[in-house]
């Protein structure tokens, strides 16, 4: 197979991911442009390793390299810091959402928004990509085991965990949207 042949395989199946593996590199380093590095630091690595990708689905495929590079990333940094989205997107996003709503229930949303982020940014790694790999990527349980290299049990373990540290972390928020 030429060069410029798998390339083009490359491109078809593995960059319609790229902004699954972009989300899943910010959830875990919790920094945009640091997810940027390691997102192109996974897609070296798949490139190199295409190969390896014969009949099996690219999306889970890419996201446990991307998994691993963020690891990779994350043991030699160690962020402390969540990098929060810029006030003007977060603001774009609920008006897109909700186009009717007022100002005041804007806000409150938005409010909600920022909470519920901050809630899984605090969640333990671990908890955390598999919520994400489940609740925003919308990967199997299958998939998350695959991607996460653990078996089914334990991504059930983990999400009812990080359910469980959810729900706890946003009682507060809750309870004050219900007075």
Do not use: C
Request: cysteine-free; glycine content about 2%; charged content about 25%.
């Amino acid at each position: 197979m030429s060069s410029d042949d798998r390339q083009q395989r490359f491109a078809a199946s593995v960059l319609p991911h790229l902004d699954a593996a972009y989300n899943l590199a910010r959830w875990l380093v919790r920094d945009a442009h640091d997810a940027q590095d390691v997102v192109q630091e996974a897609m070296l690595r798949a490139l190199r390793h295409f190969e390896s990708l014969r009949g099996v689905d690219p999306r889970p495929w890419l996201l446990a390299i991307v998994r691993n590079a963020a690891w990779a990333w994350l043991k030699a940094r160690r962020p402390a810091d969540l990098v929060e989205p810029g006030d003007d997107a977060l603001d774009a996003a609920l008006a897109h959402d909700a186009p009717d709503m007022n100002p005041e229930s804007l806000a409150i949303r938005r409010a909600e928004r920022l909470a519920i982020d901050a809630a899984i940014a605090a969640l333990p790694i671990v908890f955390r990509e598999a919520l994400i790999l489940r609740e925003l990527e919308e990967l199997s349980y299958r998939e998350i085991a695959q991607v996460l290299d653990v078996p089914i049990g334990t991504v059930m373990s983990r999400l009812a965990r990080a359910r469980a540290l959810l729900a706890r972390a946003l009682r507060p928020v809750a309870a004050g949207v219900s007075r």
